[in-house]
């Protein structure tokens, strides 16, 4: 039980003794009646973001609004956003409501799109087990393929395999089952909304606490 919801039950019982005693011991350990992470009002720069070891790759193409910057890269292997503003106020508004568009799934409603008109990024998921290459969209094996047939014409030499025209024709893309938002949950640290990619095996929490170790190394 976390400790709002400790504090809620002992409203309940209708004790105002033991009320002032919780109120106390929370006040004492230092856990705060209020619910969400510590408020960061610091404003960061783009330097302090590559410092943190957040690695920018590109731009969005996309023109947020209010927004100075608007980034994508990685860290910690795995892809992330970064939507810089020039105060608090206006991340916790204007990078609010672009973060929660850029993240928005929908339910599959016309062909494979299950995510929001304005999600700009994207990215196939809902693969089955043994589709493609690592279950991630990459090539497989049509049912007509033959290994002896597709190695005649192979040049095989210092790791690098060249296939005849013939063999390639072999190889067919996977289907995607659902192109989502590549960027699932976010966060706001100072003048930073920070999006990030989930893992296949993580749930939303999983994802936060991925967002919040990165978010601990800008200082």
């Not at 998921?125 to 033959?146: A, H, I, M, Q, T």
């Given at each position: ?32 009646l ?25 731009d ?12 994508w890269?990685?860290f ?41 008109l ?25 049912s ?21 025209t013939?063999a ?34 993580e ?17």
């Amino acid at each position: 039980m976390n400790c709002f919801g400790g504090f809620l039950f002992l409203v309940r019982m209708n004790n105002m003794k033991y009320i002032l005693l919780i109120v106390s011991l929370l006040i004492l350990n230092g856990c705060s009646l209020a619910t969400g992470s510590k408020n960061v009002t610091k404003i960061f720069s783009m330097e302090e973001v590559v410092a943190a070891g957040i690695k920018s790759k590109g731009d969005f193409e996309t023109k947020f609004p209010e927004s100075t910057d608007a980034k994508w890269g990685f860290f910690d292997g795995r892809e992330v956003a970064i939507l810089r503003y020039p105060t608090v106020d206006l991340a916790n508004t204007a990078g609010k409501t672009t973060a929660i568009e850029q993240t928005e799934k929908i339910e599959v409603v016309e062909k494979n799109i299950a995510h929001g008109l304005k999600v700009e990024k994207t990215k196939c998921r809902g693969y089955k087990p043994g589709v493609g290459v690592s279950g991630r969209g990459g090539l497989k094996l049509s049912s007509s393929f033959n290994a002896n047939n597709a190695l005649s014409g192979v040049l095989i030499t210092n790791k690098l395999i060249l296939l005849e025209t013939d063999a390639q024709e072999h190889f067919e893309a996977a289907p995607c089952v659902r192109r989502e938002p590549m960027y699932t949950e976010f966060i706001i640290h100072g003048n930073l909304v920070i999006m990030a990619e989930p893992l296949p095996t993580e749930d939303s929490d999983g994802t936060i606490k991925f967002l919040d170790k990165m978010a601990s190394n800008l200082k």
